[in-house]
């Protein structure tokens, strides 16, 4: 065989075939495994580590009304939210709610009160003292969470801005500003958002404006700097990064009502026995378990707020 | 061919990507806060993306010439198949953990749950079917079967399309994509009957 070898070549360098094969095999996958991991990069980062404000509340007061369950961690409350104002992904506000500039924060009251004016935030939360509120967060998406709120009582702050007689309803809305709020680019629901609660719900005393969680100043994915936690409706009625706050004698034109009528009405309160049309409401997960749990009818408040819808039909009023 | 036996290598590979990346994901603790459900999507995804990949060779084989891209076919549409039986298990296991009186419930009320269940029976039957002792003995009802993937890719993008709340800029891409691939297809049949 020697004989056939080309004279220009010394026996040591030409590679034997079985071992070329294998090389070719070789050289084939590792390329095969550069495009994977190009492709994997191009699939992009995962879960973002949600970073917090870092700045810590003084003088927060505990609540008979906080729930004793485990609380969800830090990460998960700051870094798995919908807040579709910085993208419909729940990594995404996040990762752009840095854009969000909450120091010369106001919010305007007006509508059926006695005076309309603006606020800025720390004199319109100042005269009320902060408490930790510890309750069930249900999302409309069948999971759920544990979050230590810091807020205060909406009722005080409604009784100190003196609606009139005649005002029905509260309505609240987000800002709107597309270069902080990115996400409102996209016309995914109608901008800004809106919400809104009966007077006597928004009376009720589990119902509160949250300025923090966790002991701190109310990260900007978690709605900051001014939000609204209703615990016994689902997750989007507590509206975030509030503006303006209207009182009224006609119905709020809720944000996801309008968008999709048939499936969000007006009270959303977490009820099992209701199921959206796509999906069940029985029941839910509990971030960080395994296995579903149980929906509770007004996600477990109904001791305190079956009452405000004695006799009403909740199917129609869903 | 040497660059096509390396192209179907590292396409093989790349499809095996997500499946990896979810296993290494687990073991760092990064499948975000809500585990089940980033599974559940991102195989989902995955599964969407290969059928119409598979759905994609014809077109090319067309418009290149390259015949033999033809191998590629059934090589995307078992990934894909792969993908549906993952995601499908993600559901019975890690979601609903063998509740099946839930999971029948939930094939019946779910409009989205019944069209997933009825994509994923239409890609079975097409694996089963896909073997080359299958190709022979269905003879030519072989690809009157086999026209059933157009009928999985509809349901998929519609599975999608009710899966979604607000954002529906991504299934109306897929639709979009369907309905150039099935264009492409109407197109030649109508060129082939006016000759
Ligand atoms: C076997 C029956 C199936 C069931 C029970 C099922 C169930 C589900 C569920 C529960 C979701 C997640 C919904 C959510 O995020 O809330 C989902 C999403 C999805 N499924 Fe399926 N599915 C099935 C079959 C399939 C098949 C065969 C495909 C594709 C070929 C597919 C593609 C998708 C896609 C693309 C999504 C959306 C992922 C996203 O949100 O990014 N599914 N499916």
Redesign the interface.
Same mark, same amino acid.
């Given at each position: 065989m020697l004989i056939r070898r080309p004279p220009d070549i010394r026996y040591s360098e030409v590679t034997p075939k079985a071992l070329y094969l294998r090389r %070719?095999e070789f050289i084939? *996958?590792a390329?095969?495994?550069t495009? =994977?991991a190009a492709? @994997?990069a191009a #699939?992009g980062g995962?879960?973002a580590h949600a970073q917090g404000s870092g700045r810590k509340l003084p003088n927060v007061r505990k609540s008979p009304f906080s729930t004793t369950e485990k609380l969800?961690s830090f /990460? /998960?409350v700051t =870094?798995?939210n919908n807040f579709?104002e910085f993208g *419909?992904e729940? /990594?995404d506000p996040a990762r752009n709610a840095h854009r969000l500039a909450t120091s010369k924060w106001t919010v305007r009251v007006d509508g059926l009160v006695k005076t309309p004016k603006t606020y800025d935030l720390d004199e319109f939360i100042k005269p009320h003292a902060l408490e930790e509120r510890i309750y069930r967060l249900r999302c409309v998406?069948a #999971?759920s969470m544990v979050v230590p709120w810091i807020g205060v009582p909406l009722a005080d702050v409604i009784k100190r801005l003196e609606p009139q007689p005649g005002a029905k309803f509260v309505e609240f809305t987000t800002l709107l500003d597309m270069r902080q709020m990115p996400g409102q680019r996209?016309p995914?629901?109608e901008w800004p958002y809106v919400e809104g609660l009966r007077m006597d719900e928004a009376m009720h005393p589990l119902a509160i404006l949250a300025v923090g969680l966790y002991g701190e100043v109310l990260p900007n994915q978690n709605g900051a700097p001014i939000r609204l936690v209703v615990p016994w409706k689902y997750g989007f009625k507590s509206i975030k990064s509030i503006v303006r706050i209207r009182f009224t004698d006609a119905q709020p034109r809720t944000a996801w009502a309008v968008?999709?009528p048939r499936e969000y009405g007006f009270y959303s309160n977490v009820n099992p026995t209701v /199921?959206h049309p %796509?999906?069940?409401q029985a029941?839910e +997960?509990r @971030? =960080?378990e395994? +296995? +579903?749990r149980k929906t509770e009818m007004f996600n477990g408040y109904g001791g305190q707020v079956a009452q405000l819808y004695a006799g009403m039909d909740l199917r129609r009023n869903y | 061919m040497r660059l096509f036996a390396f192209a179907r290598r590292a396409i093989f590979g790349a499809a095996l990507l997500p499946a990896a990346s979810l296993i290494y994901w687990a073991s760092t603790g990064d499948l975000t806060a809500n585990p089940i459900d980033f599974i559940t999507d991102t195989t989902g995804t995955t599964a969407l993306v290969l059928l119409m990949l598979t759905l994609t060779v014809t077109p090319l084989r067309r418009v290149t010439g390259q015949n033999q891209l033809i191998k590629l076919r059934r090589m995307l549409g078992l990934l894909a198949f792969f993908y549906a039986c993952l995601h499908l298990s993600t559901w019975v296991v890690l979601d609903w953990f063998f509740d099946f009186e839930s999971m029948i419930a939930d094939v019946i009320d779910r409009p989205f749950i019944t069209l997933g269940m009825t994509t994923f029976l239409l890609l079975l039957s097409l694996a089963v079917t896909s073997t080359a002792g299958m190709i022979r003995r269905l003879g030519r009802r072989w690809q009157q079967v086999h026209r059933l993937v157009y009928l999985a890719a509809m349901t998929a993008v519609i599975h999608f399309w009710w899966v979604v709340k607000a954002d529906f800029r991504e299934p109306r891409l897929w639709a979009l994509a369907l309905s150039v691939l099935f264009g492409f297809r109407l197109w030649w049949a109508y060129q082939l009957r006016r000759t």
């Open positions: %070719r084939q *996958t390329a095969a495994a495009i =994977g492709a @994997l #699939w995962t879960a969800n /990460d /998960d =870094g798995y579709y *419909t729940k /990594d998406e #999971w996209v995914v629901i968008s999709n /199921d %796509r999906w069940s029941t +997960r @971030l =960080g395994f +296995r +579903r | -």
